[in-house]
């Protein structure tokens, strides 16, 4: 069974361009969770779909934004990239129900430059 | 909040002994879920470990084992005849509101040969 798969693995943009990040979840998986991981600030949650909804968002700006689409898959879209927008941008997918475990991808390294 | 504290930054090991990480963690729920990750240097989370607190009984897989303290609210984990391929950070994550996974800040694990 394929796990959560993430697409580019790496992506240099310049500094007020826009960055368009891929996921697809786990098979069966109808949750989809992004997570920022910025270099010695750990893992900070940006935002959870479900349903093809966005239930939860972490504390970043607007220009953070995303969609689920119909299959469950999501995109992640950074406006207006800053320096401090590079990270390793994490995907996640669960089955959507409360209690289970969530099942991470490789991530995909954005640099801004 | 909910908050996730590791006081341990780094810990290092010999190969074949055993180690122990800590994690506490705040929570006014009375029934959660919290869970182990691991970060080898590819920087894909892996689940490591998961305990439901309903359940008394610590959870474990293989060499890995928790001790589960509810009333003190905290959750290690430890790795019994640690291997080379142990080597990675380790994270300890409690969700927030059903889903959302709130993360310490890591422990850097060193396996020495």
């Known amino acids: 069974e394929a796990g959560v798969t993430q697409s580019p693995t790496h992506l240099i943009k310049t500094r007020g361009q826009q960055a368009t990040l891929r996921c697809s979840p786990i098979?069966?998986?109808?949750?989809v969770y992004w997570y920022q991981q910025a270099l010695g600030l750990g893992l900070q949650f940006l935002l959870w779909?479900?349903?093809?909804?966005?239930?939860n968002r972490g504390n970043f700006p607007p220009r953070f934004s995303g969609r689920q689409f119909p299959n469950y898959s999501s995109e992640l879209n950074v406006n207006a990239l800053e320096l401090e927008d590079s990270a390793l941008y994490l995907c996640?997918?669960?089955?959507?129900?409360?209690?289970?475990?969530?099942?991470f991808g490789e991530g995909s390294w954005l640099t801004v430059v | 909040a909910q908050t996730v504290t590791q006081s341990q930054p780094e810990m290092s090991v010999q190969e074949a002994e055993t180690v122990t990480l800590s994690c506490t963690y705040d929570?006014?729920?009375?029934?959660?879920?919290l869970f182990w990750y691991k970060q080898p240097p590819s920087r894909q989370m892996i689940l490591v470990i998961r305990?439901?607190?309903?359940?008394?009984q610590n959870a474990t897989e293989n060499r890995f084992s928790v001790n589960f303290q509810k009333a003190a609210k905290s959750f290690s984990l430890k790795i019994s005849d640690s291997q080379l391929g142990d080597a990675a950070m380790y994270f300890c994550?409690?969700?927030?509101?059903?889903?959302?996974?709130?993360f310490g800040q890591g422990t850097r694990l060193t396996i020495n040969p």
């Open positions: 994550a409690y969700p927030q509101g059903a889903q959302k996974l709130v």
């Open positions: 929570t006014s729920e009375s029934d959660y879920y």
């Open positions: 996640a997918s669960s089955p959507g129900v409360s209690g289970n475990t969530i099942y």
């Open positions: 779909y479900d349903e093809g909804e966005e239930r």
């Open positions: 305990q439901e607190a309903y359940k008394q």
């Open positions: 098979s069966g998986h109808t949750s």
